[in-house]
Structures are given as structure tokens and as C-alpha cells.
């Protein structure tokens, strides 16, 4: 018999300024309200290894890094993730909310750096099954409205640095992952207003619920 209450992992994903950090604060209050207990947590990072390698990947002076590189310490940071933490939390019983996971190697590394989908699918490959979300919420905008809202934020960080056409690879990327599995993905428009983006992902988690 399937276990119809069993804890959910949800992904949210974004350009630079999508607003994903308050977003994700509102759903785990909304998920808590809904008597869930919940772990938030962020990729890269998440422990202890995984907050340190996310310094040298988002350091702006880092240098150049090969995307081959970059990719691989992507998938090193989750491997800790998924293994450490988010299995754990699911078996226990806690819903699991990741500020980016997979799909944002396949729009960054795949897309922006251009690597292509077969070095993330072979990746994403190593990974547990289980280690897969049950809902990806893609906070979608025009990347010029992400970068100028990014920018007013903090100083740029390695990505933020990138060209506008690399952020258009990366969305373009991600509404492609979109389109593929429609079933786990719901695409949000994140230039809204904040109150209606909040009310559009209550609306996408409530089936779960
Ligand atoms: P981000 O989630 O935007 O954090 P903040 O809100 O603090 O800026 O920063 C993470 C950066 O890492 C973001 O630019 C995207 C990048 N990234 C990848 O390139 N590939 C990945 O697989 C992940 C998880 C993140």
C-alpha cells in the first residue's frame, strides 16, 4: 500500500534574484503550519564540508576553475548533502526544502558553462534514487529584472559575475528541464509580486499535502 504521508523533498530553483531565500522561509512556515516538520537547506552547502566547498566555488577572486571541475565539486558537496543529511532527515520523518539541487547543474554547469546534459545525468546516475524531488519549484524571470535585483542585494559572487548571456543559458536551461518533466516541475512567475508568488507555490505544495 503506498505511504500517502510520507515526507516530501521539494527543490526551488532560480536565476540570481528570483527571490528563492523568502520564499523558502514562507513555505517552511506555511509546511509547519500545516504540522510538518521541516530541515531547509541550501546547495551548495548544507554541512559541514558542503559550506566549505560552496566558499570556494561562489569566492569571486577563486580564479578560473574548469566547468568540468566545478561540476564535480557540485556533485562532491551533494554527495555529503544527500548522504549526511537529506535522506536522513526524510527517513525521520522531516520534509525537506533545498534552496538548489540537481536541476541547478544541469541549468549551471550544463547549460551556462556549457558542458551539456550527459556529464550532470551521469552524476545525478551516482546518486540514490530516493534522492530525487517530489516537486521542483523554478522561480522564473527575465534575467535582466534577476541581475538587477541580484546586484542591489550584495556583491556579486562568481556566478553573479557572469555575463547576461550565460543567465540566459541557465534559464534557458531550466525552462527546458521544465518542459521535460512537467509532472515534478511547477513553473512560477517570480516577477510577480511577492504575495502572489507566495500564494502560487502554497497552491503547487498543497497537493502534497
Ligand atoms: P544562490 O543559491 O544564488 O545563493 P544566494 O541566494 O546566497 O546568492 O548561490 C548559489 C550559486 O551556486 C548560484 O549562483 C548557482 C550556483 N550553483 C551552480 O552553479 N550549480 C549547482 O549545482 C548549484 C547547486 C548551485
Not at 30 to 47: D, I, Q, W, Y
Not at 109 to 116: E, K, P
Amino acid at each position: 500500500m503506498p505511504v500517502v504521508n510520507r515526507a516530501r523533498f521539494i527543490s526551488l530553483e532560480g536565476l540570481e534574484g528570483a527571490g528563492k531565500t523568502s520564499r523558502l522561509a514562507d513555505l517552511k512556515a506555511f509546511l509547519e503550519g500545516h504540522g510538518k516538520t521541516v530541515l531547509a537547506t541550501r546547495e551548495p552547502g548544507g554541512t559541514v564540508l558542503g559550506e566549505r566547498l560552496r566558499e570556494l566555488l561562489l569566492a569571486p577572486d577563486e580564479g578560473p576553475m574548469a566547468p568540468l571541475t566545478e561540476l564535480l565539486l557540485m556533485f562532491a558537496a551533494r554527495n555529503e548533502h544527500v548522504t549526511r543529511l537529506i535522506l536522513p532527515a526524510l527517513d525521520a520523518g522531516r520534509w525537506v526544502l533545498c534552496d538548489r539541487y540537481v536541476d541547478a547543474s544541469y541549468a549551471y554547469q550544463g547549460g551556462g558553462r556549457n558542458l551539456g546534459e550527459a556529464p550532470v545525468a551521469i552524476l545525478e546516475g551516482l546518486l540514490p534514487a530516493r534522492a530525487r524531488p517530489d516537486l521542483t519549484l523554478l522561480l522564473d524571470l527575465p534575467v535582466e529584472l534577476g541581475l538587477a535585483r541580484a546586484n542591489r542585494r550584495s556583491a556579486a559572487d562568481r556566478f553573479e559575475q557572469e555575463a547576461v548571456t550565460f543567465h540566459q543559458r541557465v534559464r534557458d536551461a531550466y525552462l527546458a528541464r521544465a518542459r521535460r518533466h512537467p509532472q515534478r516541475y511547477c513553473v512560477i512567475d517570480a516577477a510577480a509580486g511577492p504575495d502572489d508568488v507566495r500564494l502560487a507555490i502554497e497552491r503547487a505544495v498543497e497537493r502534497l499535502l
